[in-house]
C-alpha cells in the first residue's frame, strides 16, 4: 500500500510539474523550528538542510559558504538549518549538529 502511494505521489507531481524533492527541500530549509531540530529531507546532501549550525561556528561557516544562495530568513539567526553539500564542501570543518541527518545523506555525494 505504501508503494502504491509513493507512486501515486510521484505520478501526481509529475503531472503538475512539481518536483517533490524541491518542495521537500524548501519545507526542510530556513531557520531552526521550534522543536530546535532540524529536517533531514531524504537520502541526499545536496539541498538537505540538516546540519545544525549555532555561536561562533556558524558566524565562520557564514564566512566561508555562499550565504547569498539561502533564503533571507537565515540573515540575523542565531542557529541555522543549513545543507549538508554547503557544510561539508564549502565549510568541511564539522562543528556542527549532524544528528538529524540520515546515514545515506551523509554517505550521500549527490
Known sequence: M????LVLLLAA?????????????KKAGGVV???????????????NHCVKLTGE????FNQHAEIA??????????EW???LHDYITMWGK??????ACSAAALASSE
Open 2 to 5: 505504501q508503494y502504491l502511494t
Open 13 to 25: 507531481s509529475f503531472a503538475s510539474g512539481t518536483n517533490v524533492r524541491t518542495e521537500t527541500m
Open 33 to 47: 523550528p521550534t522543536n530546535g531540530r532540524c529536517l533531514n529531507a531524504g537520502s541526499f546532501a545536496d539541498g
Open 57 to 60: 561556528t556558524l558566524k565562520q
Open 69 to 78: 544562495s539561502y533564503d533571507s530568513t537565515y540573515v540575523g539567526q542565531e
Open 81 to 83: 538549518c543549513v545543507c
Open 94 to 99: 564539522g562543528g556542527g549538529d549532524e544528528s
